[in-house]
């Protein structure tokens, strides 16, 4: 089943595959709420810190075989959150569309910037080396923040730009991250009061 607009800019969908279910609610006129749960701790630290900083509610509940690795539940997470987030934003009539911000972390720094292309790209450049290797909070493998951000891109048809600018320890590398895609993101999707057409020369995005 994919994702279903319910009504202005709030869409949802549930996704059940042999490895996971997850299920996604979303509004992009929100004030930050949200209620997660993916069974993975750090996970949902960080999606609660997305949709604090992006003002969007979230509610995101996701289970799966994290008994073998909680790859399968964190990709499948960001398959869908994806997934609703291109459909919350119908036509993006009136929307800024770009999107930048500079998130510091103490030591650590992320730049992300935005745009709602309908073209899914992400370049993600900067993490340390070894960051990847990384078990954070005893369940999330530093690789598995490029592979959120590649999944959520190409589902929702955006594109990102997020680049490390700085950081020692992996928690804030990763925390910066996504506090800075919340922040790029808010003012991507939010409604520009100047105009009420599509962003885009062509007329579509």
Known sequence: MGAELISGRIAQMERATSESRVKVRMDLDGTGASTISTTVPFFDHMLTALSKHSLIDLDIQAQGDTHIDVHHTVEDTAIVIGEVLRTALGDKRGI????????????????????????????HSGEPEGQQYHLIGGHFTGSMTRHVFEAITYHSGICLHMRVLGGRDPHHIVEAQFKAFARALREAVESDPRTDDIPSTKGAL
């Open 96 to 123: 800024r569309r770009f999107g930048e911000a500079t998130v510091p972390l103490d030591e650590a720094l992320a730049h992300a910037v935005v745009d709602v292309s309908g073209r899914p790209y992400l370049v």
